[in-house]
């Protein structure tokens, strides 16, 4: 399948990832953020110049899991936007 795809399919909920990545268990995700806000931790606080507890504003963007079990923020790259081998976790 091709990214342009894919993302529809994310943006509904579902999960992703290509046969053409080298680590397994890896899949992509679309998190839903939080426009409305989430009282930041002592961590976000302290990295954003916030008071803990202050409302943390987050826009939707998409995460991946790791072939080692640790999740972070994803942006495609060339090559996955122009790849024909994702697939859908079922």
Request: a negative charge; charged letters at 25%; glycine letters at 10%.
């Amino acid at each position: 399948m091709k990214f342009e795809n894919v993302l529809p399919l994310l943006k509904q909920g579902e999960k992703a990832f290509r046969l053409g990545w080298n680590g397994r268990g890896m899949y992509v995700v679309r998190q839903k953020g939080y426009p409305d806000g989430i009282p930041s931790n002592k961590q976000t606080a302290e990295a954003w110049d916030l008071k803990e507890g202050e409302l943390f504003k987050v826009e939707p963007y998409l995460q991946i899991k790791n072939a080692n079990g640790s999740h972070a923020m994803w942006v495609p790259s060339v090559g996955d936007i122009f790849a024909e081998d994702w697939e859908i976790i079922c």
